[in-house]
């Protein structure tokens, strides 16, 4: 299985590189700017044009509207073929995906959490989850913020994947700074920081592929 990754786009999809050919297209949040329902509709639109058989979306700490008006937000999706995710899973060929927007507290944005809450929420994904989608990275994993010179990714979201045996890929944007792909020694599991946008917000990173072909 080919999954394509791409995340923090902000409005800016039709300026992006071109999507590469893979069985799911996966976007892990922020697809919009200001997180307006008539940009959700026009970003729905376009999104589930793309030729893959599945599209996974959730959404990120600017996606207001499925904060606000969750309802038509995921009608939009529905009526575009697109699987929205908010904290809940999806099979694809035996495959469990799970994804959930939830980052830690930063001014007033939405589906933002206190570490007390994220552990919480983090404590909700599935054991048997073999592709995690989440809007933030787990701390130390590509989530480095230079000019703050930090890492700033979810500690409770470290210690839940800890917990997942049957974790073969996460996927994630929300630091612009750290996109990029990784793998883990330890187990094999593949991070990809798929942000579209750079620091700048300009949406030139390409796509990244991950082939799950080995673990199915």
């Not at 980052?103 to 589906?111: E, G, H, S, W």
């Not at 989440?134 to 979201?157: M, Q, S, W």
Request: proline content about 6%.
């Amino acid at each position: 299985m080919r999954l394509v990754c791409i995340s923090d786009t902000h409005g800016l999809h039709g300026e992006m590189p071109s999507v590469p050919p893979g069985d799911v297209v996966i976007h892990a949040g922020d697809c919009l700017r200001t997180g307006s329902l008539a940009a959700l509709e026009e970003f729905t639109r376009w999104f589930g044009n793309l030729p893959y058989k599945h599209k996974i979306l959730i959404a990120g700490n600017h996606d207001f509207c499925f904060e606000r008006q969750h309802d038509l937000a995921s009608k939009l999706c529905k009526e575009n073929g697109i699987t929205y995710l908010q904290d809940e899973s999806t099979v694809i060929d035996g495959l469990t995906f799970y994804g959930s927007p939830w980052t830690p507290v930063y001014r007033k944005m939405a589906f933002t959490a206190t570490e007390e809450q994220m552990f919480e929420l983090r404590a909700r994904i599935p054991d048997h989850t073999n592709v995690l989608i989440t809007h933030g990275p787990a701390l130390g994993i590509l989530d480095f913020v230079p000019h703050e010179r930090a890492h700033v990714g979810c500690f409770p979201l470290l210690k839940r994947m800890d917990q997942l045996l049957s974790l073969t890929a996460h996927i994630f944007g929300h630091i612009h700074e750290s996109y990029g792909f990784a793998v883990r020694e330890s187990d094999g599991v593949k991070f990809a920081n798929a942000s579209t946008c750079d620091v700048s917000y300009r949406p030139i990173n390409p796509p990244i592929i991950i082939d799950l072909q080995e673990a199915t």
